[in-house]
């Protein structure tokens, strides 16, 4: 199921804005299926200015080694830490407790270019 809330990217990456005003984002349950067991995450380090489009971690499963891409620029406020001893958890709540980065977006309003929940459905339909 794509939840209707978030707006997510080509590259399946899912983004919430929080009531802050800053973003959160993590990986797609479509992405994290894809990759099978999650067994290490490489987050940008808080303070590190992301650019959207770009390489910012990676996510190492049994399967492959996937890079993770900036939904939005901004700078990052928080990272998952608790990813570091407990991986797996993007797998079993990709949307909740598996967030991966907080971003203080450069312009929030640029969230809303991202793709809508049916339009990333239409993506995982062609893959």
């Known amino acids: 199921m794509i939840p209707e809330d978030l ?3 080509s590259e399946h990456e899912w983004v ?18 894809a990759l ?11 303070d590190a200015t992301l650019a959207a489009g770009s390489t910012c971690g990676e996510v190492e499963s049994t399967k492959s080694v996937s890079d ?3 939904p939005i620029s ?4 928080a990272r998952n830490d608790a990813l570091a001893d407990a ?11 598996g967030w991966l980065v907080e971003v203080r977006p450069d312009d ?20």
């Open 36 to 46: 099978g067991d999650i067994v290490f995450v490489d987050l940008p380090a808080p």
């Open 74 to 77: 901004g700078v990052v406020v």
């Open 87 to 97: 991986p797996e958890v993007i797998n079993t709540d990709p949307y909740g407790e």
């Open 7 to 9: 707006r997510y990217t």
């Open 68 to 70: 993770i891409y900036a």
């Open 16 to 33: 919430r804005v929080t009531d802050s005003g800053t973003v959160l984002f993590g990986i797609t349950d479509y992405a994290q299926d």
């Open 108 to 127: 929030v309003e640029g969230v809303q270019a991202l793709l809508d929940a049916a339009a990333y459905s239409a993506i995982t339909e062609e893959a």
